[in-house]
């Protein structure tokens, strides 16, 4: 047993289901770690935060700082670049609202068929709030997004930004973003990059990617629901409108005005998800122990092994890259509908998405309306893919009757 | 209730698993006659589901009992449609109203598909139903 995959027996959630979960691209599942660092909180240091003289407020203050700190660390940024939200949309929607300001008639923002609704109509609200155009970057027949098409876009519409996934929720396929990101900076676009499936499995570094803007959701990568990161570069996130306020992202206040603090305070009003943000270090810590080589490269193995296994089967269309992947796989089988498949799957116990998966431009490119989604991550094992494919068998057996 | 839907109720009282109930669905479903696509319109289109569903409500020949018209582009959803089609069509709308059709899907085995979370639109072509009939 390699190393990656005896951190199986680390997620309880294995103990004591017999579910054959396949969904990660939904959401992790959660270590012991981060179960016990929520619980852990609420029992011994419930307090609020930046709020109170008293010592409990302020360790909980300096545990919810150093979470901060460690998320920073992970991908490469200053603490200062780090916002915390309730996750990957309401980060998109930070920027989008954010930008208001900042565009106009003649400006255009530039997106692609293969992303997620969370990027996707934050723009399209954007663009109705300033009146610039929506422009889109096509995918090919398989729902691959070409470097190529990128820059030829980037082109053509000279955007003030572009929005692009590290990875899709769909295909898994891993998009050029390095290439894209230089590229737009060459044309002065800003650029954001939803990393919400892509982080756990990519390890993205800020300093690298140089990307204006980068997000992602703390419960697909074993933390908490309801945490979610901006990264922004300090000057970028200093331009930005606020988005909600109220108390804590103010300096001072009267009845009439209020001045606002600096970046990423004045993105933070309300009592945040103090309990989710401090076992999300739990979660980072954990990753951070594994070697993201070795959590590849097991994960890839395994990603080979369920295509080899999809592939032996008459009548099943693989869809997006599969070679630069995340391990995330859409498929469809014949032309029955994901619908029947995945209700079939559930009948034994396995869990799989169908559906749009919130990406219906990318459906229509595909000229489906839907596909069957299996999302694989570290903590599962070959036998999951045997039991997932055996299941698949008595289905496609079930459906041709 | 009328005899086939009777017969469905015995057939499903029997299955155990949901992999048996599901087999039984899609058969059923086969029985259920397809919308030509100039129907599948999308104001006939049932909201919230996560298959396409297709419902027209209305009136028998004699106008006197129901007679609705549905079809998916799944075939769980099919079989599906095909048992509340058989249980609602022939009935008076004054009989449909005193109908309770997610009693009638427990008591198939059915309670599941009928629950919010199923996306499958059984819920809403059902409360469509019953609407029509309170209607009428």
């Known amino acids: ?401 | 209730m009328n005899k086939n839907y009777q017969k469905i109720k015995q057939d499903f009282e029997k299955l155990g698993s949901w992999q048996l109930k599901y087999r039984e669905l899609m058969l059923l479903g086969k029985n259920l006659p397809s919308l030509s696509d100039a129907l599948k319109t999308n104001d006939a289109k049932v909201a919230g589901c996560e298959s396409n569903v297709w419902l027209y409500t209305g009136f028998a020949e004699d106008e006197t009992t129901v007679l609705c018209t549905a079809d998916s582009d799944t075939r769980i959803v099919k079989g599906l449609l095909y048992i509340i089609l058989t249980m609602v069509n022939g009935l008076t709308p004054d009989e449909i109203a005193k109908l309770d059709i997610a009693d009638e899907f427990e008591s198939l085995g059915l309670a599941k598909q009928l629950s919010e979370s199923r996306g499958n639109g059984i819920r809403a072509i059902a409360s469509a139903i019953t609407q029509f009939a309170k209607a009428h």
């Open chain 1, 1 to 401: 047993m390699s190393k990656v995959e005896s951190l199986r027996k680390d997620f309880p959630f294995f103990n004591t289901s017999d579910v054959v979960y396949l969904d990660s691209g939904a959401t992790s599942q959660k270590p012991q770690c981060v179960i016990d660092a929520i619980a852990h909180f609420y029992a011994t240091q419930n307090a609020n935060v930046h709020r109170g003289i008293h010592q409990l407020s302020q360790n909980a203050t300096s545990d919810y700082e150093s979470a901060r700190k460690c998320v920073a660390q992970y991908i490469n940024a200053a603490e200062n670049e780090i916002v915390w939200t309730k996750g990957t949309t309401e980060s998109i929607n930070l920027v989008s609202y954010g930008l208001t300001p900042h565009l106009s008639l003649n400006d255009s923002i530039l997106i692609s068929e293969v992303e997620h609704h969370a990027n996707i109509v934050p723009w399209q609200q954007l663009a109705k709030r300033t009146g610039a155009k929506l422009a889109f970057i096509k995918v090919d027949s398989n729902g691959i997004l070409d470097a190529k098409c990128i820059k030829e876009a980037i082109k053509q519409h000279k955007p003030k930004l572009l929005a692009l996934s590290h990875a899709s929720n769909v295909l898994g396929s891993i998009n050029p973003i390095q290439d894209a990101i230089a590229y737009a900076k060459q044309h002065n676009c800003l650029t954001l990059i939803d990393g919400a499936q892509a982080f756990l499995h990519l390890a993205p570094n800020m300093k690298q990617l140089d990307c204006d803007f980068y997000v992602f959701s703390a419960h697909k990568a074993l933390g908490p629901t309801g945490v979610g990161v901006l990264y922004g570069k300090y000057q970028r996130l200093q331009e930005l409108d606020v988005f909600q306020s109220g108390g804590e992202m103010i300096e001072y206040v009267t009845l009439t005005h209020s001045t606002f603090r600096d970046a990423p305070g004045k993105f933070e009003t309300g009592t945040p998800n103090i309990a989710g943000i401090i076992a999300f270090t739990a979660a980072l810590n954990y990753i951070k122990a594994i070697s993201n080589k070795e959590l590849r490269e097991y994960e890839t193995r395994l990603f080979k092994y369920l295509i080899k296994q999809l592939q032996a089967i008459d009548g099943i269309t693989l869809y997006g890259d599969l070679e630069h992947n995340i391990g995330t796989m859409s498929f469809n089988y014949k032309n029955e509908h994901c619908f029947d498949i995945a209700s079939l799957l559930d009948t034994y116990n396995i869990a799989v998405r169908s559906g749009h998966h919130c990406a219906q431009p990318l459906m229509s490119a595909l000229s489906v309306p839907g596909t069957v989604r299996v999302s694989l991550s570290f903590y599962n094992n070959t036998q999951d893919i045997d039991q997932f494919i055996f299941a698949l068998k008595h289905a496609i057996e079930m459906v041709s009757e």
